[in-house]
């Protein structure tokens, strides 16, 4: 053991770690993909949802698994960042060179991530000797101040086991499976859209589209999977592009086609996949500050009854893809 693995250990076993916080009535600290196809690279965005109990979060530590190699951290602005190398169980070949060793655990610390903040740490590597239906477990412990600490280190049982502080989870898809074609993708470059999870829902396929100049509305849809055992509701949406933002339904009444704000939000059953598409369900941007133009990355941030608030990039397609008329705006 280095002289810094040792001073954590010693730290953990001192630390309390909060066991009040119960499992789907808070976010969890997730990964921003959770899945991805093996042998890609990829990238681990780690999310930390809140502090520790009202404590802010001053030092992450992610442990990196084993299947993740050739790992580099990303630096985090206000953090400290340090890493400790470990041996590899399986040889990683890489270009034609052999590794052994590499990072194995990454620490960033002396920051502050206020507990009614929301940030993400980040961190590339590539996968191997992974295969279609492994999930790696990326154990990670958030301390707040020397007396505080909320550690995501429990691996579910079976999938019907849902711990309080479960690991973060990542699948591996099937080289032909929908869920790879989303998975580990620059988002920036390739402008495809992400498999969000928070909590038990999962946010997959968002998609918007181009406005005309001075258009006053627009659309965002999106699939959204309850996979956890509760009902959960979509309550509530806002974004930095539009003035106001919120979930309406189009329906069909005495032949005339309407459009009404769901006032409760839009109810996600347990196991259930609710499709928001045009001329359905859908997320309504009101009073857009801009044009949005085809290739546009719209952040919008969902809000969740249980799950709680979970932002989501939804990539523009071209004007008038597949049309709904927002006349009645
Ligand atoms: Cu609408």
Redesign the pocket.
């Known amino acids: 053991m280095t002289n810094t693995s040792k001073s954590i250990a010693a730290l953990s076993a001192a630390v309390f770690t909060l066991a009040v916080l119960t499992g789907g009535a808070f976010a969890h600290a997730t990964l921003e993909t959770p899945v991805a196809q093996a042998d890609s690279y990829y990238k681990a965005v780690v999310r930390v949802p809140h502090g520790c109990d009202g404590k802010a979060t001053d030092k992450l530590v992610v442990e990196v698994p084993e299947g993740f190699y050739n790992v580099k951290p990303m630096a985090h602005h206000g953090f400290k960042m340090s890493v400790e190398q470990g041996a590899y169980e399986q040889t990683f070949t890489a270009h034609g060179k052999e590794y052994n060793a590499g990072v194995k655990r990454v620490i960033w610390e002396g920051g502050a991530v206020e507990d009614w903040a929301y940030d993400e740490f980040v961190m590339r590597g590539k996968l191997a000797h992974v295969e279609a239906g492994d999930t790696l477990y990326f154990k990670a412990t958030q301390y707040c101040g020397d007396d505080a600490s909320v550690a995501w280190d429990q691996i579910p049982a079976s999938a019907d086991d849902h711990p309080a502080h479960p690991a973060l989870a990542l699948k591996i898809a099937d080289s032909g499976s929908d869920d790879q074609a989303h998975a580990g993708h620059d988002m920036s470059k390739d402008k495809m859209a992400e498999v969000v999870m928070a909590g038990d829902i999962k946010i997959e396929k968002a998609w918007t589209r181009a406005t005309p100049q001075g258009a006053k ?1 627009g ?1 965002a849809f999106v699939l959204v999977t309850n996979t956890g055992d509760a009902a959960d509701r979509l309550i509530a949406a806002s974004s930095d592009v539009a003035a106001k933002v ?1 979930i ?1 339904e ?1 329906s069909m009444n005495d032949g005339v086609m309407k ?1 009404q704000q769901l006032e409760k939000g839009l109810e996600i059953a347990p196991g259930e996949t609710v499709e928001l598409k045009p001329g359905g369900f ?1 997320i ?1 941007m009101m009073g857009l500050h801009k044009a949005i133009a085809e290739g546009d990355l719209v952040t919008i941030s969902l809000e969740f009854e249980k799950a709680g608030v979970v932002e989501v990039m939804f990539p523009a397609a071209q004007l008038g893809a597949p049309t709904m008329d ?1 006349s009645n ?1």
């Open positions: 509305a659309g919120e309406h189009m459009m859908h309504m927002h705006h």
